[in-house]
């Protein structure tokens, strides 16, 4: 499995967290500071909820997924669509809160948001027993915006995006190459594939992003299958 770069990004004077970069990485863990985890949720500080599996991943560092909630929603409504799946492959999950019923971007631009995933992070991965490897951005509706905005600014993080029916994307400055998986329902009322999905997805492509883009039979929802397709394509992808 691939491992992202241990060392922190050097941002120029035009980078930072209102334009949406992160600058939480994953830190080595030798064993004798490792100090196991309960497997369950864990509330982290910066209102997020961290997720420990009951059996991580065999063969080194465990992949994790920061998760986000939908317009109104909830950071443990966030888990409940992602946890089956990922909890048999032994992913950790964050799922941050928002400071407001959506996130930054969306209602004024990158700032508070930002910093509170990145504070999540900081401490997600200082408490990662066993240390982290492979580190994914998913989200629903609102969430899958703000994943595919927070993704590709964030590619030298992120190895890979999941987007579940999102509406659009803003990233204000791009690095790395995210593998990008995107979802979305023929029959959304709330953001219409034609306008969404099928327009966001020939952009990517275009920008030269690896995108695997499925659609399925539904609205404006998370089905069950398509969350179970997007974390195996993301595990099975994260050692090439």
Known sequence: MATPERSRPHPGPEEGVRHGRLSARPVDVTPQHAVPLEPGLHRLGGRALFHVPAAPAAGGPCPLAVVLHGAGGTAEQALEWLLPQAGDLGVLLLAPQAVSTTWDVIV???????????????????????????????????????????????????????????????????????????????????????????????????????VTYEEFRGGHQVPPQTVAAAVRWWIGGSSH
């Open 108 to 210: 004024g631009g990158y700032g508070a948001d930002v910093s509170r995933i990145d504070a999540a992070l900081e401490e997600a991965f200082s408490m990662a027993a066993g240390g982290v490897g492979a580190v994914a951005v998913a989200g629903f509706s609102d969430g899958a915006s703000y994943a595919l905005s927070l993704g590709l600014a964030n590619g030298d993080l992120f190895q890979a995006v999941l987007a579940f029916s999102p509406g659009f994307m803003a990233p204000m400055i791009r690095h790395g190459r995210p593998r990008i998986f995107v979802s979305h329902g023929v029959s959304d009322r709330v953001l219409p594939v034609d306008r969404c999905g099928r327009r966001l997805v020939p952009e990517l492509r275009e920008s030269g992003y690896e």
